[in-house]
């Protein structure tokens, strides 16, 4: 079982609210038909989240409101390998504070992990997630992009030297 749960949201990490000028990586924004509604990606950041997903101890999940739409139409569109990773839904959790911290707390009870890593841009405005995370200390990375620009070359080195760090 992968040692390293990878938590993914899709608007304001994968893809940005209207990003403007040239991506982290220095190159044109793309934009994709997503099926319900045109996306803005970095081809870059996609290369690096399928290549970190093929890491031996990883195990990515959705946790997005995209919900079952991200695999089925969000990968196709920007040609990210995560059709097959598994969705975490709001319906599934109490109506009592933030949908996404319940849906992580639950999932990782069932998940033999030794580290996690969130990448959600809300992070930066959810005390209750970003107090909770707190108490399991360098076990747990936490990403909160800037949502007019997604997740950036910063960022995905942060998750790769936290990756070796939680590993036994």
């Not at 994709?32 to 990606?41: K, P, T």
């Not at 990883?58 to 997005?64: D, K, S």
């Not at 079952?68 to 390998?81: D, S, V, W």
């Not at 849906?103 to 992070?123: K, N, P």
């Amino acid at each position: 079982m992968p040692a390293v749960s990878l938590y993914l949201d899709v608007d304001g990490v994968v893809s940005p609210f209207g990003p403007s000028g040239v991506t982290d990586w220095g190159s044109e924004w793309r934009l994709a038909d997503a099926g319900l509604l045109e996306v803005a990606y970095a081809i870059e950041l996609v290369d690096e989240l399928n290549d970190l997903s093929r890491h031996p101890e990883a195990r990515f999940v959705w946790l997005t409101s995209w919900e079952e739409l991200a695999p089925r139409f969000l990968c196709p569109a920007i040609g990210l390998h995560g059709e097959d990773w598994p969705v975490l839904y709001s319906r599934d959790q109490s109506d009592e504070g933030w949908w996404k911290l319940a849906a992580l707390q639950h999932d990782i009870e069932s998940a033999d992990t030794q580290g996690i890593v969130w990448m959600d841009d809300q992070l930066n405005y959810e005390p209750a997630a970003r107090s909770w995370a707190s108490f399991l200390h360098n076990r747990m990375l936490l990403i909160s992009p800037d949502p007019r620009r997604g997740l950036s070359r910063r960022h995905i080195a942060a998750i790769r030297r936290f990756l070796p760090a939680v590993l036994p």
